[in-house]
């Protein structure tokens, strides 16, 4: 497995570096946002350990960049902020999960396992899934395309989980605190405003078809389809 590690502290990069190459990852690192940018379109890492505070970009101009190139490779957010803006701010622009400096290498570790061990359970259960088709929205699982009366719309990786979930489901009631365990996982540190706020760009993109995506007043989300869906 490769992981791109983007911090311009040398230090605490080497760190990082010689604890995940002692667990057997083979790790690039980049010491600026443009040369993470550069070595993320170069190798295509399994997943991306990004700090926020770099000397040329700021550290979400990155993540976007990174989620523009390829959606599909998760993003931890390595940083000394704690503010729950900018934690917020990172999940909305697709990360997958935040870690605030100081940190332990263990725990850096372990969500990354967790991070790779569940997006190889969910390929290999979209391997065998196929087409997914509810109402007026078509997902394809194997290729993460989503259309919208066919016409194909870009869902981030987390949005498609979320809608997957629920159209395997359609009709049943998810609380927010299952949607967090089955998308993000059980060893996340992501609270319920995750699902919030990935619910909100979902619909957003479903534009008039928003009300598929349904609220449950105190308890979670549904597919709900009506005959004008």
Known sequence: M?????????GMSDLIRMNLE????????AKNGKEGISLFKAHHPDIVVLDLKL?????????EK???MDYKIPIIILTARSSQHDKLLGLELGADDYITKPFNSKELILRIRVILKRLKKAADIEN??????CGSIKLVKDSYEAFLNGKEIHLTRKEFDLMALLMKHCGRVFSR?????KIWGFETHVDTRAVDITVQRIRKKLGEHASLVKSVYGIGYKIEVRSED
């Open 177 to 181: 605190e299952k949607i967090l365990e």
């Open 22 to 29: 002692l667990e057997n990852f083979t790790v690039f690192t």
């Open 55 to 63: 000397p040329d970009m700021d550290g979400f101009q990155v993540l």
């Open 2 to 10: 490769n992981v791109l590690v983007v911090e311009d502290e040398m």
């Open 128 to 133: 065998k899934s196929g087409i997914m088709q």
């Open 66 to 68: 990174m989620q523009e």
